[in-house]
């Protein structure tokens, strides 16, 4: 067949091949320029043996694998969406910052342009001892391959992820079916598991930059979640290398159906295909036709609000969920995990009871997983599940009693809180933390300049976009120094979680208002005298939210932007990073032109 019949496809004219240095390519990262869309790239995962190896095989020259982007547009410039290859990136800037050593030795900052800059600005710090000048010469001049797309259509880069890595096999089944997948039900299952996970960020489109503070890491790395302490692992629910192969979206997956679905569904590749619409089957349309009639935030509050239940029964029984139910050493009991939050499911939701005797309850979980005969295999069947669901719920029902109300949930923000503070990590500007209202002296007044600054905060962060919500979370201390005055001021412990540390607010409703209850009305008083708009005070005083993190009170205030500007005292501010500053009248036509959109 001749070739001048054949036609170029909308996709090869929008490809381009380009080749770049490693330096060149470190000079787009400091520049902000490459991003991570969530949607398809889910985590940081490599290894630290796999990073160096990495480097290693650009030391030594040899080839490697072609980067994959997507050529968009962010706040007016051009920038790249990475499809394939942000593994290979982080371990080439993360080399370059000194976050790892090759054969013991770090990367010498004075190489580049852009590392001795940084270095000069005391954004970066020189590791020793330093890697040879020749060999760093040679990393920096290295020439990456790269393919670059431009595109416009979020679809088409969903489709090329697919493609690519359809037949590879450096991804996971479950990676496959999840990868670039937009139905509701792939949309939530993503979520939930993010949240989970702990490395779950407020939008999905993050900076590489920023991607490295989410990322899931071994003990030797500073920085990110380590996966010792993920709940999956934690517990014995999952291997390491299981979580690496998103297993955990599978268990979520399987939950997500189970909560949807009018009749217990088994569990196989081939079913979870159906869910995710890779194979034609009846329970995908089910799903998505549940989704619609439930809404996919009341299947994630539900899904939340067990979860919680579980993680605060392990906090109590001071065990793992593998030492609470079994005898035996497993490395690894989805399974069983599935099995008792399907059997907590059932009695919260379906038949509307709440947990009367958690002692009770704890020692009727102890050993449980002697008592159900769950199938191993790759197939397990309705039969199967449903018979151990109901053994459990069999064994734990007389520690639960019938609801007195219609609402299962006191507060189920014990994840959420955490999810919040996650995010906060790539995205500043919706996120600020305050200690409390008092001053941190012996009298400990209340603070009225410190109040009025939270107020501000909201209104400023409202301004960022349309849609964007803001958070001003009180109760956590903002560092180290403050925490310890806390301490010696009120003889409390501060909770530490991924550096944060919550102190709480029950010392000062007490000394303001005499307890927690009194105290939320009082702080609901002191926004009316706020120089903000009527309709601003009452969503913030609806909105505001005291929460239970196990032994610590929280006070969480949020504002939604809505269709307009939101101004304080007759003035614009925004918020930049950690910082506030007043928009200026000439910018004014910007803002209200941003809103407009």
């Known amino acids: 067949m001749s070739t001048s019949n054949i036609q170029s496809s909308p996709v090869q004219r929008e490809l381009s091949i380009r080749s770049e240095s490693v330096q060149r390519i470190y000079n787009f990262y400091v ?56 593994q290979r990136l982080n371990a080439i800037t993360a080399f370059i910052e000194g976050e790892f050593d090759i054969q013991g030795k770090y990367f010498d900052l004075q190489t580049m342009i852009e590392s001795k800059s940084r270095l000069d600005q005391q954004q970066l710090v020189q590791k020793t001892p330093v890697l040879e000048r020749k060999y760093c010469e040679t990393i920096g ?60 960020s407020a ?6 930059n920023e991607m490295k503070k ?39 997956a399987d939950i997500i159906a189970y909560m949807l679905l009018p009749e217990t569904p088994g569990s196989s590749a081939s079913i979870s295909d159906e869910y995710y619409g890779f194979k034609n089957g009846q329970h995908q349309e089910k799903i998505e036709t549940s989704l619609v009639l439930k809404q996919p935030e009341s299947i994630r509050k539900e899904f939340m609000i067990i979860y919680n239940h579980i993680r605060e029964i392990l906090q109590e029984s ?58 191993s295999g790759q197939t397990w069947s309705y039969q199967n599940k449903r018979r151990n669901i109901n053994k459990v719920k069999g064994i734990i029902r007389e520690f639960f009693k019938v609801r007195d109300n219609n609402d299962p949930a006191k507060d189920s923000w014990l994840t959420e809180f955490e999810t919040l503070l996650t995010q906060s990590k790539t995205e500043q500007t919706l996120y600020d933390f305050k200690q409390g209202f008092t001053q941190l002296n012996e009298r400990g007044q209340f603070d009225q300049d410190s109040f009025s600054k939270i107020i501000l905060t909201l209104t400023a962060m409202a301004n960022h976009s349309p849609g964007a919500t803001g958070y001003v979370c009180v109760g956590v201390a903002d560092n180290d120094q403050t925490a310890e005055r806390i301490k010696n001021l009120y003889n409390i412990e501060p909770i530490e979680y991924k550096n944060f540390k919550i ?3 029950e010392h000062e409703a007490k000394k303001l208002q005499g307890n927690i209850d009194n105290f939320y009305r009082w702080i609901t008083q002191q926004i009316k005298s706020e120089p903000i708009h009527q309709t601003v005070k009452d969503t913030i ?22 269709e307009n500007p939101i101004s304080y005292d007759g003035k614009f501010y925004q918020r930049i990073g950690a910082n506030i500053e007043e928009i200026k009248v000439d910018e004014y036509a910007e803002l209200f032109k941003r809103f407009s959109k």
């Open 503 to 505: 102190t709480g607010i």
């Open 214 to 252: 989410i990322s899931i890491t071994n003990k030797e790395l500073e920085y990110g979640i380590k996966v010792d302490d993920i709940f999956w692992v934690k517990n014995k629910i999952l291997t390491k290398e299981m979580l690496r192969e998103s297993r955990d979206e599978q268990i979520v």
């Open 141 to 200: 001049s290295y020439i990456l391959p790269l393919s670059v797309y431009s595109f416009d259509d979020n679809d088409k880069v969903d489709e090329v992820f697919r493609r690519i890595n359809s037949n590879g096999k450096h991804l996971s089944k479950q990676e496959l079916r999840s990868a670039g997948a937009t139905s509701k039900f792939a949309n939530l299952v993503r979520i939930i598991s993010s949240e989970i996970r702990s490395d779950a």
């Open 31 to 86: 520049n902000n320029l490459f991003y991570a869309n969530r949607r398809y790239q889910r985590k940081l995962v490599w290894t630290i043996e796999e990073k160096r190896a990495f480097i290693d095989s650009i030391l030594q020259g040899f080839p490697v694998p072609i980067i994959l982007l997507a050529e968009t547009e962010k706040d007016k410039k051009s920038v790249f969406e990475i499809i394939d290859g942000m």
């Open 541 to 562: 005083g609806r909105e505001i939210k005291i929460i239970d993190y196990y032994d610590k009170s929280v006070l969480i205030f949020c504002l939604k932007a809505g």
């Open 203 to 208: 939008s999905d489109i993050v900076l590489l």
């Open 318 to 375: 001071k065990r793992n969920f593998s030492e609470l139910i079994t005898l035996n050493n497993l490395k690894y009991m989805p399974r069983p995990f599935q099995v008792i939050f399907f059997s907590f499911y059932d009695l919260v939701f379906r038949e509307k009871m709440e947990i009367a005797n958690y002692d009770g309850l704890i020692k009727s979980l102890r050993n449980i997983n002697q008592d159900i005969d769950i199938t």
